[in-house]
């Protein structure tokens, strides 16, 4: 008999305000945002052939018009409009610890398909994407366990990865 062990996360905290877990260790760039005079950080564990993709970005922003849904509903047509034959859809908005958020369904081609999150907290854009192909296993477990375990906090420590949670 085999017995296979359950694939451990790694913990990561950022200074930004939140806390998530990856299936490994993720890579931190930072860059110019999209929008003018703003910087974004990307968090990011990829696998190989980028088969999965598990992604929190942070943008600060500096200013926007309209409500804070509107901001949220723009950011996400710049999302689905800068991935090649993506598809947004059943996009609701919702609260996540009382700040304004959208969650929603991503298909792209025929091949690929996930979920995500914008989150919108005092000037900055929290937004976490799982990317999967079709065949992968065990979708809903993988895309559930990293959306649920993304935590906003106050007082952050220093962005870090800890030792390894079972969730």
Known sequence: MLW???KEW???SDEDGFESSFPKNPQV???EGLIPNTFTKI???KTWGNLEVYMI???KVNEYFGTPYNFLYSALEMYENGINN???SNKEPMEIDSFPAIKFDINIGKERLGKGQFIFKNNKLFCLSVILTKASSSKEEKINRFLNNFKLINNPPRSCL???VRR
Do not use: P
């Open 4 to 6: 296979f062990r359950k």
């Open 162 to 164: 800890s030792a390894s």
């Open 57 to 59: 970005s942070v943008t």
């Open 29 to 31: 760039n930072k860059h």
């Open 86 to 88: 993506c598809k947004v």
């Open 43 to 45: 968090i990011e564990f």
């Open 10 to 12: 790694i913990k990561y």
